[in-house]
């Protein structure tokens, strides 16, 4: 077996002693012969520990010096040092021996003695550690090295760390909010409260506490390692309070914490205290700065914090009230232009958290009389045989009633409207300048009319003869006419499906439409002509509509399934563009007869047999009662068959997660095409049993392996099922 060096040291150990104590003997002998017992006595005395010691006299005769081993001494000897707290300090010391030994370090500093237990050397004589605020100071440490043989050798090195300024710190403080909220008028006062620390405190720092409102210091406590500070609150408080705790040590480190105070409002509401009298003037006034709210209404936090109210008002329509932004509140009043009479309104304070409202009072706007007015007339032109039509405008601003007159006999204005409205003549051709007059019973306002009447001749429209048109036909008509005065004319008629001519010279236009069946029969229709002047003439004529016979329309039936032993029951429904026209249903089977319900609507209704199945297929019409009969028809495959059960589509394995929302759709048919019904043997849910889907959220409950059945069932009974595996 391989040994190590440390027991290769051992034996070489063991060697030198076997042979230390043969020579000892040997060195004993030899000495008792040559010196006596007593000389041997005091040798043995004086100790022979340390084989440096052992050396064979010379005088004796056959013996030399046969070996000496030396201790380890530190190379150079180390000094004191000086560290820095929080700095990394790292040195090595160096020792030797003369006999080449390996030299191992220790220390006591984990000793109760020295008990500063910062570094671990690891018997190699490099130190390496970062002292802390607990180590300043000095320290002394006993360093060792020993060579496995000789006593340690050890040196004592004083370690003095001094001493680097740390930063106070807040350990906890109150509120523990940030964000704390107190009330206006809070005489009970909001309190903080906190405690502070510096490791520097023992080497002799001094905390010093500021406590800073909004920016501004209002306490300082020195040499305090807690304490508490307190806010009362009044009215006219901010809504928010910066307050910030700063703790210092002597060379200006510190440590803070800032409270963002949340004060709320607490409102003293304001109060409504003296009558406002009525108020009374005339119309066409403006009453500036009549009167000051700030006399009949006071808020304390108004004339107190510099609150400013606003002021409103209630009931006005017809009066401009205006009120001052800025105190005292000035009140004006403006009412509408020609307007008076009385409003009853009253003025409301508010200061963003109440109101409150002031008595009634009357603005009383007395009336001043006004004279009426009427607007003026823009010259007009009439023209003979045509009838001219003018509405003359006129108000007063009191709301009087008012009497229209003018000063000619070509006309009557009405008295109580002001509409002028004649038909001039041949004889009244001429220009004429006419005073109009709109009276209120105690002041007049006129305006000057000028009136030109123009000759002019009446068109004249060309006879129409009584027309022919056909149901679904385009009809075409050109109508024509003419005027003395060369003037163009414009065609219109009664006729709704006539309305909007074409012109296509200035005396002829064209009407065209495509009659419907509800232009069926014969219309007297009139057709009127006008020139640019307003003229007319006129003349009638008969449309005669013949009508043409539309087929029915069925409606669209399609392939139908009926069940064995089982009744079924189809109305067959059909429309005719022909309004009034009976309808016949009517088929080619034996299977059932089509039976009446209504003019437009048909009923199957049969039960068949066992020796009805198979595939039938019926042609089912529909004929109309006309001169003519049209027909309209489908062909249609009966499916006669038992009942057959629905089919499920396969369904997957499923998974669902807890919390989340699952959803699965389960898709079956029914070659019946009956209506499905689904279910299921589960209580984690219910599948809505028409639309066939699943959905629910599971819970912590729920989680597991589940066998589900899916069942889906048809108007007969008939069932179909499918299972799968839900995994949540």
Known sequence: ??????????????????????????????????????????????????????????SITGFATIFANSPPYF???????NLTEDQLFEVQLNATDPDNDTITFTDNSG?????????????????SFTPTNDDVGNHTIGISIEDGINDPVTENIVFSVANVNDPP?????????????????NSIGFSFEYNATDPDIPYGDVLTARWIVDGVVNSTTINET?????????????????????????????????WDLSITNVNREPVWNAIINNITWEEDNELTNNISLDDYFYDLDYSECGDNPSFSSTGSTNITITIGSATPHYVSFCPDSNWFGSEEIYFTINDGYATADSNNLTLNVTNVQDPPEIESIPDQEAYAYVLFSYQVIASDPDNDTLTYYDNITLFNISSATGLINFTPTADNIGN?????????????????????????????????????????????????????????????????????????????????????????GNHTILVIVNDTRGATDSTTFVLQVVDVNNPPELDLIGDRIAKINKTFSLQVNASDPDSGDNLTFSDNTS????????????????????????????????????????????????????????????????????????NLTINASDPDEDTLTFSDNTSLFDINPSTGIISFTPNASH?????????????????DSANFWLNI
């Open 1 to 58: 077996m391989r040994r190590t060096r440390k027991e290769m040291k051992k034996e070489q150990l063991k060697s030198i002693a076997l042979m230390f104590l043969v020579i000892s003997v040997m060195y004993s002998i030899a000495l008792i012969n040559e010196e006596g017992i007593e000389s041997f006595i005091q040798e043995i005395s004086t100790g022979t520990n340390n084989l440096a010691n052992l050396l064979l006299r010379p």
């Open 75 to 81: 190379d150079p000897s180390p000094p004191d040092y």
């Open 111 to 127: 000793s109760p003695e020295a008990y500063w237990a910062v570094f671990d050397m690891n018997g190699t004589g490099f130190i």
């Open 169 to 185: 710190e807040i350990l906890n403080y109150t509120p523990t909010s940030l964000t704390p909220e107190t009330t206006e008028n």
């Open 226 to 258: 807690s304490g508490s500070w307190n806010l009362t609150t009044g009215f006219c408080e901010p809504s928010h309070r910066n307050i910030t705790l700063e703790v210092s040590d002597i060379e200006n480190e510190t440590d803070s914490i800032t």
């Open 432 to 520: 004429y300048t006419i005073n109009i007059i709109a009276g209120d019973g105690t002041d007049n306002a006129s305006t000057l009319m000028n009136l030109s009447i123009l000759n002019n001749t009446a068109p004249v429209i060309d006879s129409i003869n009584n027309q022919i048109a056909t149901e679904g036909t385009a009809f075409s008509l050109t109508v024509t006419g003419s005027d003395a005065d060369g003037d163009s004319l414009t065609f219109s008629s009664n006729y709704s499906k006539m309305l909007n001519p074409v012109s296509s010279n200035t005396t002829a236009a064209n009407f065209s439409f495509t009659p419907a069946d509800e232009d069926n």
């Open 591 to 662: 299977l059932f007869n089509i039976t009446w319900l209504t003019p437009l609507t048909g009923l199957i209704e049969f039960t068949p047999g066992d020796s009805d199945e198979g595939n039938h297929s019926v042609n089912i019409s529909v004929t109309d009662d006309a001169p003519n009969p049209e027909t309209d028809y489908e062909v249609v495959i009966f499916e006669v068959t038992p009942n057959r059960a629905p089919v499920i589509d396969s369904i997957g394995n499923q998974t669902a997660t807890e919390d989340l929302e699952f």
């Open 703 to 719: 989680v597991g392996v589940y066998q589900i059945q899916i069942n889906a069932t048809d108007d007969d009974n008939a069932t």
